[in-house]
Nanobody, 113 residues
């Protein structure tokens, strides 16, 4: 069983930055971030494979950067130029080598003046 521990959410003004972290209890094939705003479905934000291949939602391209430290089994999401529409609960998602999927507990990101 893989456990994911997220940190780094909070309140930030529009145009500001936050960095999310997600530490996993084991080695994983891919890791990523999804988000869910009130009344909306959970959506992909960004993913990264163990080899470093990345994928981003169009809405965050150029503003968010995903990275990972394989030695620490940790994935990061650097979020810059944050907008009110980025407000959501952000969930870490991981997939192991057997393709089982795991989710973190979620961390709130609020962008507001």
């Amino acid at each position: 069983q893989v456990q994911l521990v997220e940190s780094g959410g909070g309140l930030v003004q529009p145009g500001g930055s936050l960095r999310l972290s997600c530490a996993a209890s084991g080695s994983l094939l891919s890791m990523g971030w999804y988000r869910q705003a009130p009344g909306k479905q959970r959506e992909l934000v960004a993913t990264i494979t163990v080899g470093g291949y990345t994928n981003y939602a169009d809405s965050v391209k150029g503003r968010f950067t995903i990275s990972r430290d394989n030695a620490k089994n940790t994935v990061y999401l650097q979020m810059n130029i944050l907008k009110p529409e980025d407000t959501a609960v952000y969930y870490c998602r991981a997939q192991n080598w057997a393709l089982a999927v795991y989710w973190g507990q979620g961390t709130q990101v609020t962008v507001s003046s």
